[in-house]
């Protein structure tokens, strides 16, 4: 059964700093690695989705990185902004190609201080 | 990508009472996901939604509790019977697209 740990669970940083999001999953035999933010009380924000044939992705300041051997992700914020405040959800599918159901960590919560 | 709207957007209810929870996609799609989120937690699936087949659903969820309804490639329900307060919860629709998934905005449920 696939398991997703997400460290740290909270996060403070002061508006500008770079800062790094970890990701990890039981199960290397996956073929894709998604990130999400989620505002409070609201849905899910897809940010980025790795391949697994991808070592990274990028999106703006966001880079996401995926090591499928050592089973680990990280998401780079670059020049954090009071609006990066949210939490951040890593997920794996379920199990095999072509399974759309997911696996989620519990998240980072990151609060940006201006 | 999909564009997925919910309807509500949130609800109080009281106790024993149901609650049914739309979920709209701009696009036809062959599964549709519905994912509870308890206070405090990450996402847990409920079931599987396909088109014209029964709803699957995961370990610790029943079909009584948490029926579902598929009626065409576009849309699906879930009630939420018998409401309790352990039933507040964010429920989130969402579907796959190329691997990718896509989610609604969520209904946020307060049990009273």
């Known amino acids: 059964k696939q398991e997703v740990t997400q460290i740290p669970a909270a996060l403070s940083v002061p508006e500008g700093e770079n800062l790094v999001l970890n990701c990890s999953f039981t199960?290397?035999?996956?073929?894709?690695l998604q990130w999400f933010r989620q505002d409070p009380g609201k849905g899910l924000t897809s940010l980025l989705l790795?391949?697994?044939?991808?070592r990274e992705q990028t999106s703006g300041r966001l880079n996401a990185s995926l090591d499928k051997s050592s089973g680990r992700s990280t998401l780079y914020i670059a020049a954090s902004q009071p609006g990066d405040s949210a939490t951040y959800l890593c997920?794996?599918?379920?199990?095999?190609?072509?399974?759309?159901?997911?696996?989620f960590g519990k998240g980072t919560k990151l609060s940006v201080i201006p | 990508s999909a564009v997925i709207s919910q309807k509500p957007s949130r609800d109080i209810c009281q106790r024993g009472t149901s609650l049914t929870i739309q979920c709209q996609v701009d696009s036809q799609v062959t599964m549709m996901f519905w994912y509870r989120q308890q206070p405090g937690q990450s996402l847990t699936l409920i079931a599987t939604a396909n088109q014209g087949s029964e709803a699957t659903y995961e370990s610790g969820f029943v079909i009584d509790k948490f029926p579902i309804s598929r009626p065409n490639l576009t849309f699906s329900t879930l009630t939420v019977s018998n409401m309790s307060p352990e039933d507040s919860s964010i429920y989130l629709c969402?579907?796959?697209?190329?691997?990718?998934?896509?989610f609604g905005p969520g209904t946020r449920l307060t049990v009273t």
């Open positions: 997920a794996v599918p379920y199990s095999g190609a072509g399974s759309y159901q997911l696996t």
């Open positions: 199960d290397s035999a996956i073929y894709n």
């Open positions: 969402s579907v796959g697209d190329s691997y990718e998934q896509y």
């Open positions: 790795i391949q697994s044939s991808q």
